[in-house]
């Protein structure tokens, strides 16, 4: 089976950088996917990461480690419109979701 | 432009009356799902389709039924709605069988069941 655990909450302060952590346990690896969720609105995409490693986008980077089985979401100068909830997703017989991280950036 | 749709975006209907909320995706994938998503508890997959006609259950599919006769359409039915049916439910396709590709949301159906 799949496991996905991700912090509930986090609060970071406009132009700082938060980090959010997910850590999963799966019988077959196959690479993990972060998406963006505004309050109500469709997940949308950000990175999908197979080999261990960084992988940066702009302000959003993702890290995976597979041996340890742990990845994060580094967001860089943040902004308000980042106050979202950020969902780590595991693909195996069918794409399973962490319950969400849900980031409040304040002024 | 390439997008899911789904229809309708809220819905307010009472207990036992039956309901379809349809999805239909314009990129010619093979795969779709669909989810519900409550507090607390993030996404779960209700029933997912590789293919026309390929449909099977996912996490939480009591209560519900699909079909999937076209590949761009899959329709979510619920025969008999009951207010624990109350939910934001999310339509996805992603382009082939294999799960590790990025997911197309739809954009989402806020349900209540009265």
């Known amino acids: 089976g799949q496991n996905i655990d991700q912090p509930t909450e986090m609060t970071a302060t406009e132009g700082a950088i938060v980090q959010i952590n997910c850590t999963y346990q799966t019988s077959g690896f196959n690479g993990l996917f972060w998406y963006q969720q505004h309050a109500g609105e469709a997940p949308t995409f950000l990175s999908y990461n197979v080999l261990d490693g960084l992988e940066e986008k702009g302000r959003f980077s993702s890290f995976l480690s597979r041996s340890k089985g742990y990845s994060y979401l580094l967001l860089k100068e943040l902004q308000m419109k980042d106050s979202a909830s950020y969902l780590c997703?595991?693909?195996?017989?069918?794409?399973?979701f962490g319950t969400g991280t849900r980031l409040l950036v304040s002024p | 432009e390439a997008q899911v749709t789904q229809n309708p975006r809220y819905l307010i209907t009472v207990t036992g009356k039956k309901l379809t909320v349809t999805c239909s995706q314009n990129?010619?994938?093979?795969?779709m799902s669909w989810y519900r998503q409550d507090p607390g508890l993030g996404l779960r997959q209700i029933y997912y389709s590789m293919n026309v006609e390929v449909t099977d259950k996912g996490d939480v599919p009591e209560g519900y039924k699909v079909s999937r006769k076209e590949k761009r359409n899959f329709p979510l039915i619920l025969e008999s709605p009951s207010p624990n049916q109350t939910s934001l439910y999310f339509c996805a396709s992603q382009p082939s069988r294999d799960r590790a590709t990025e997911a197309f949301f739809g954009q989402g159906t806020r349900l209540t069941v009265v």
């Open positions: 990129m010619n994938h093979e795969y």
């Open positions: 997703a595991v693909p195996f017989q069918k794409l399973v």
